[in-house]
């Protein structure tokens, strides 16, 4: 194996956030008796990923994130809604999407025998467990590495301290990230100086500033990277 480590981005890249959003945007907008048109989801994600991009960068916490967006978002629909109260709804609609992308499952089983895991991902911490349980995946990772617990989020190269120092014996040439964004997996694991491993599915442009190490449009074509 070419990689003794290796560490797993969650959403979009084993799960299937967008899902996971679709199905939670729907239910909580179905209680609050608004439509949830075309223009007011375009609406929602561009806010909710300004917001995430914010605390990629350290100038918002995970908490500050969630807690504080729904209120000027239904702000602009004409609805005044109780912010904190309504991502506990929101959250709870999304804690139950587990829909795993391809064939996560069967990948991550196989690769545990041959390597150890890891969960990398920015978030809270009860709805990514509850989802990667929910999902079948939990048992197969050797420790799970989340935003809100280490108090720094990728890319920030606290982060990636935070994880090395939890990691037994860690060897950096040995060590590769695997996920979906670059500016989060791929500059995190660059930030942190070791391999990464983007996957594109949708054969997105690569940003010429953040290049990985590798690029994969399926995750089956992990193997081919590892057995080289």
Known sequence: MRY??????VDNTLLDFHD?????????????GVPLTSEN?????????????EHEKGNLTSDEVVNGRFG???EQLGKKVDSVKTEQKY??????????????????????????????????????LQRLTDAGLFPYFKDIFISEQAGFQKPMVEFFDYVF????HLQKEKTVIIGDSLTSDIQGGKNAGIDTIWFNPA???????????????RLEDIYDILAS
């Not at 003794?4 to 981005?9: A, T």
């Not at 989801?41 to 991009?53: F, G, V």
Request: hydrophobic share 40%; glycine share 2%.
């Open 165 to 168: 120092a939890k990691v037994p």
């Open 20 to 32: 996971a959003q679709q199905q939670a945007l729907n239910a909580l907008f179905n209680e609050l």
């Open 72 to 74: 000027p978002f239904f």
């Open 203 to 217: 054969a997105s442009t690569i940003d010429v500033r953040i290049k990985p190490t590798f690029q994969i449009s």
């Open 4 to 9: 003794k480590n290796l560490l797993f981005d």
């Open 41 to 53: 989801e375009a609406l929602y994600k561009t806010m909710n990923q300004n917001r995430w991009r």
């Open 91 to 128: 959250r709870q609609f999304l804690n139950q999407g587990h829909k795993r992308i391809e064939n996560s499952l069967e990948i991550i089983r196989d690769l545990s025998t041959k390597a150890d895991l890891y969960v990398v991902t920015n978030g809270l911490a009860n709805t990514q």
